[in-house]
């Protein structure tokens, strides 16, 4: 039997999701326009609307006015974790 590739393994529905959610990053940081966030991914509306408020939800993403959106704390935290970790590790080498 054939191995299956990781690619069928995807699930097409969360890499659109965070494809909105890296939408949020800019050279700033600076909050975002929900038409630019359609724009950086070409995804319609009320996807990159359901996706920032279920993000939004669980810390990924803050709203900080009715149409704009900005990296989260949860997501900022992560982040911030995740390059002290690196750091460690390339440390010890």
């Known amino acids: 039997m054939a191995k299956r590739s990781e690619t069928t393994y995807e699930i097409k529905t969360v890499s659109k999701a965070l494809q909105v959610l890296m939408a949020l ?3 700033e ?5 929900i038409t630019e966030i359609m724009e950086k991914t070409g995804f319609p509306r009320s996807f990159c609307n359901e996706a ?3 993000f939004k939800l669980n810390g990924f ?4 006015t009715k149409t704009t959106w900005i990296a989260g704390r949860k997501l900022l935290s992560f982040s911030a974790r995740y390059n002290e970790t690196v750091m460690n590790v390339l440390s010890k080498k």
């Open 25 to 27: 990053q800019s050279e």
């Open 29 to 33: 940081f600076v909050p975002l326009h």
């Open 52 to 54: 920032l408020i279920t």
């Open 61 to 64: 993403a803050d709203q900080p």
